[in-house]
């Protein structure tokens, strides 16, 4: 969704989307006061498929527990991909994606003991085609472009998710700077670190002044008197054997 205004129509398409898949009906949901959720669409809508809309107390987040803390950990999860990865913060949703269909792939629920993907499709999943998060991958042209004798037959890009609409790959080509879906792809998973792309002028801005600050606070520090240099620690030494 771009805005909160969706909210609506994409609750519309998952309440048809679980009608027709599972043919299980919405008895009841349950969301704040936000504007999103409470208003004449969303009640005509609850009123006409026999949905119960209940809503929590103002300002009471702690009625809302399961999903404040499923947030958290999705918001926890793609900061620990951003440090390792070095990736722009514009590539969040990408994060927050992936992070939500890996957990959705491998989390078990404590009494249960089954993961969410178990629950929803009724058998265990296949995670032979998950990947490590901004690895490096070469993408196949297969065709896209009219390659010549001795062209390059692939593109060297980075891996940032999963499709929603296909089995397929989403990768960031960084001969193209673009976000491809593919499933002709090659992947090298041993150092995701180095995988950079170009920062905007107002990263680069706040990675300079960090470094400044940082050198300042290095040049602050006192001198500990016991860690002397070497030199001088062997010159006593020689001193001291010459004396006795």
Request: with cysteine.
């Amino acid at each position: 969704m771009e805005s909160k205004s969706d909210a609506f129509s994409a609750f519309k398409k998952l309440a048809r989307r679980l009608q027709n898949t599972k043919n299980n009906n919405i008895g009841s949901i349950r969301s704040d006061h936000g504007g999103e959720f409470q208003n004449e669409k969303f009640s005509k809508f609850c009123e006409k498929m026999g949905i119960l809309h209940n809503f929590f107390a103002p300002r009471t987040p702690q009625q809302n527990g399961v999903v404040e803390r499923k947030n958290r950990s999705l918001e926890e999860l793609a900061r620990i991909m951003f440090s390792e990865s070095s990736l722009p913060k514009y590539f969040w949703a990408d994060a927050v994606s992936s992070s939500c269909y890996v957990m959705n792939m491998v989390l078990i629920r404590p009494i249960l003991k089954k993961t969410p993907y178990e629950l929803f499709n009724g058998r265990k999943p296949n995670i032979n085609h998950l990947r490590v998060f901004c690895c490096s991958c070469f993408v196949l042209k297969s065709g896209k472009e009219n390659l010549g004798k001795f062209d390059e037959k692939a593109d060297l890009g980075i891996f940032i998710g999963y499709s929603l609409t296909s089995h397929a790959y989403r990768v960031y080509n960084k001969r193209l700077m673009t976000v491809e879906e593919s499933i002709h792809d090659v992947f090298d998973e041993v150092d995701c670190r180095i995988n950079q792309i170009p920062k905007t002028s107002a990263e680069e801005d706040e990675q300079n002044i960090s470094l400044e600050k940082l050198e300042i606070c290095a040049e602050k520090q006192p001198v500990d008197s016991q860690k002397q240099p070497i030199e001088i620690l062997q010159q006593r030494a020689a001193q001291g054997v010459e004396d006795s």
